[in-house]
């Protein structure tokens, strides 16, 4: 059986303690994925949630929040619904997810800084 460690050994030990690490890290790496726009519709069904327990858990602060893509129509990043999928998988407490909403969406934000910021300068 071959394991792949590579993940596991850039941590270090307090990463142990705060999972929120690697699941912000895997924004970031999911290049394929970063950019892809998917419906609030199907991030809730990806979630195996409904639509308004999705606005719920947004109003309570554990679940991001998505974003407007038009009229009357809000859409997620896929890497984001991966990793509020990931939080659950991994056992995050209510307060960890509240932390990694808190970071996910500063990552949103810098990362869209940062893209139209190489294209506008």
């Known amino acids: 059986m071959n394991i792949d460690t590579r993940q596991t050994q850039s941590h270090t030990s ?3 303690d705060n999972p929120i690490v690697p699941l912000i890290e895997s924004v970031s790496s999911d290049s ?5 726009v998917i419906r609030l519709r199907d991030a809730a069904r990806l979630m195996g949630k409904g ?4 606005w719920k858990e947004v109003k309570e602060g554990h679940c ?5 893509i038009g009229p009357k129509v ?6 984001e619904v991966k990793v ?3 939080s659950r998988a991994a056992g995050l407490t ?10 996910l969406l500063a990552f949103r934000v810098n990362q869209a800084h940062n893209l ?3 294209f506008t300068e």
């Open 14 to 16: 307090s990463d142990i």
């Open 116 to 118: 139209i910021c190489a």
């Open 64 to 68: 991001i929040p998505p974003f407007s």
């Open 94 to 103: 209510h307060e960890q997810r509240i932390e990694l909403v808190s970071k």
């Open 84 to 86: 509020m999928i990931a």
């Open 32 to 36: 394929a994925n970063q950019y892809r």
């Open 74 to 79: 809000s859409g997620y990043l896929e890497t």
């Open 51 to 54: 639509v308004s327990t999705i």
